[in-house]
């Protein structure tokens, strides 16, 4: 009896890289609502300017959320070890992930040539470091991405554990939730 109790207990716990990630997507979830919420109190104050989002952001927004339902795709699709299906999803995944990267780039782009810059608005600033810190985090979901891609095509790694994929699934859902809960403060605090 005492075996069983012991074995369904070890099933229910959570492996250390899942609890690890879960730590620390509730420490970034706080310094981002940190963030927002100086910005909040913040443009109150008298000469707080403002500016429009670049389009572009739509687009990127549009990926980000298309790499969500691959990456999900490409996650049931290892544990039903359908490798080959597996590849062609973590793959669009991947490009997806690069894609969204560029066109970010490209938004920031447009507005530093518009003239938002740091030395700009209190809202350009706080617009700056928020979304590259953003940034900083989906280059290192876009890197977990490329990890497991190069993996699912090494010849030499045949390792169907689905831990590693599970995690960076879950990182890169997370940075695509944040990405949009980011947008969406700006479209509508702005």
Same mark, same amino acid.
């Given at each position: 009896?005492?075996?069983?109790?012991?074995?369904?207990?070890?099933?229910?716990?959570?492996?250390?890289?899942?609890?690890?990630?879960?730590?620390?997507?509730?420490?970034?979830?706080?310094?981002?609502?940190?963030?927002?919420?100086?910005?909040?109190?913040?443009?109150?104050?008298?000469?707080?300017?403002? *500016?429009?989002?670049?389009?572009?952001?739509? !687009?990127?927004?549009?990926?980000?959320?298309?790499?969500?339902?691959?990456?999900?795709? $490409?996650?049931?699709?290892?544990?039903?070890?359908?490798? $080959?299906? !597996?590849?062609? #999803?973590?793959?669009?995944?991947?490009?997806?992930?690069?894609? *969204?990267?560029?066109?970010?780039?490209?938004?920031?782009?447009? #507005?530093?040539?518009?003239?938002?810059? #740091?030395?700009?608005?209190?809202?350009?600033?706080?617009?700056?470091?928020? *979304?590259? #810190?953003?940034?900083?985090?989906?280059?290192?979901?876009?890197?977990?991405?490329?990890?497991?891609?190069?993996? $699912? /095509?090494?010849?030499?790694?045949?390792? !169907?554990?689905?831990?590693? =994929?599970?995690? $960076?699934?879950? !990182?890169?859902? *997370?940075?695509?939730?944040?990405?949009?809960?980011? /947008? =969406?403060? /700006?479209?509508?605090?702005?």
């Amino acid at each position: 009896m005492e075996a069983i109790m012991n074995n369904d207990s070890q099933r229910k716990r959570i492996h250390p890289h899942k609890f690890t990630l879960w730590v620390a997507m509730g420490s970034i979830v706080m310094m981002f609502a940190g963030l927002t919420s100086a910005y909040i109190v913040k443009s109150n104050q008298p000469r707080w300017t403002t *500016f429009d989002m670049p389009v572009i952001f739509w !687009y990127s927004t549009a990926v980000i959320l298309l790499s969500s339902l691959t990456v999900h795709m $490409a996650v049931r699709s290892f544990k039903e070890r359908k490798m $080959a299906t !597996y590849r062609k #999803l973590i793959t669009g995944t991947a490009v997806l992930g690069l894609l *969204f990267v560029t066109l970010q780039a490209t938004g920031f782009y447009q #507005l530093w040539n518009q003239g938002i810059t #740091l030395e700009g608005s209190g809202a350009a600033q706080f617009m700056y470091v928020i *979304f590259g #810190l953003h940034a900083l985090h989906v280059i290192g979901g876009v890197i977990a991405l490329l990890v497991i891609f190069f993996r $699912a /095509f090494s010849a030499h790694t045949r390792n !169907y554990n689905p831990i590693p =994929v599970e995690v $960076a699934s879950s !990182y890169w859902h *997370f940075v695509d939730l944040l990405w949009v809960y980011l /947008f =969406v403060f /700006f479209m509508i605090i702005q």
